[in-house]
């Protein structure tokens, strides 16, 4: 498996309180990636970046942002968590966009 | 975005018997990519399809890109209960290179 990995990987969170997911990589690749998955409805993106300080918004990103100071490095952000934001969230990292794309093992969130 | 739309949404099958999973655009595609997610998984790439007509096998799966590059299936031949779990797709147009991921099919293998 890539080296990919995502902190923490469940969480247990009140509606309203700010919440970060971290994913790390130690492949050096540019494409990083935010997931949601939730049943019925795969894997919808939220934000992606293409470099360091450089990110752009994916089909789902309302309520969320991100940011990547490192290239190892990219954060998820809720600031302030709702229950329709339970879910789980996978990172992914690939070379190019129209490369393969490796997957984080995710991160279960749920807003109570 | 682009549209992708996978078919079905799930899939019992009896061990032995075969099954295929169809991905469809309204528009052409420059490449797709297909995904395995085992049940508590993570998404695990499988093949990408970049030309008109490719097919490509991996042991008992065939991937099938069409000619018109809109549609792809996945056919897997006597299924074993190490295959359950959900196939995606991932598709990118000449518009953005960035993949939209299909809702998936959810594959049941009962022994």
């Known amino acids: 498996d890539a080296g990919i990995t995502q902190s923490p990987r469940h969480k247990v969170t009140e509606t309203g309180t700010p919440v970060t997911l971290r994913c790390h990589q130690t492949?050096?690749?540019?494409?990083m990636y935010w997931y949601r998955q939730d049943p019925g409805h795969g894997l919808r993106l939220i934000h992606y970046?293409?470099?360091?300080?450089?990110?752009d918004k994916g089909e789902v990103s309302d309520g969320y942002s991100v940011s990547r100071s490192k290239t190892e490095d990219f954060l998820l952000t809720l600031e302030s968590a709702t229950s329709s934001q339970t879910s789980v969230y996978f990172c992914?990292?690939?070379?190019?966009?129209?490369?393969?794309?490796?997957f984080g093992p995710g991160t279960r969130l749920t807003v109570t | 975005g682009q549209q992708v739309m996978q078919i079905p949404q799930y899939q019992h099958v009896q061990e032995g018997e075969d099954f295929t999973t169809y991905c469809n655009s309204s528009?052409?595609?420059?490449?797709i990519q297909w995904y395995k997610q085992r049940p508590g998984g993570h998404p695990v790439f499988l093949i990408q399809l970049v030309k008109s007509g490719e097919v490509k096998k991996q042991k008992r799966l065939t991937f099938q890109f069409g000619e018109a590059k809109k549609n792809s299936s996945l056919h897997i031949t006597a299924t074993q209960t190490t295959d359950v779990g959900t196939y995606f797709c991932?598709?990118?147009?000449?518009?953005?290179?960035?993949?939209?991921f299909g809702r998936g099919t959810s594959l049941i293998v009962h022994p």
């Open positions: 991932a598709v990118a147009s000449g518009g953005s290179y960035i993949p939209t």
């Open positions: 970046s293409y470099g360091v300080k450089d990110t």
């Open positions: 492949e050096n690749h540019r494409y």
């Open positions: 528009t052409t595609l420059s490449n």
């Open positions: 992914a990292i690939s070379e190019q966009p129209s490369y393969e794309q490796y």
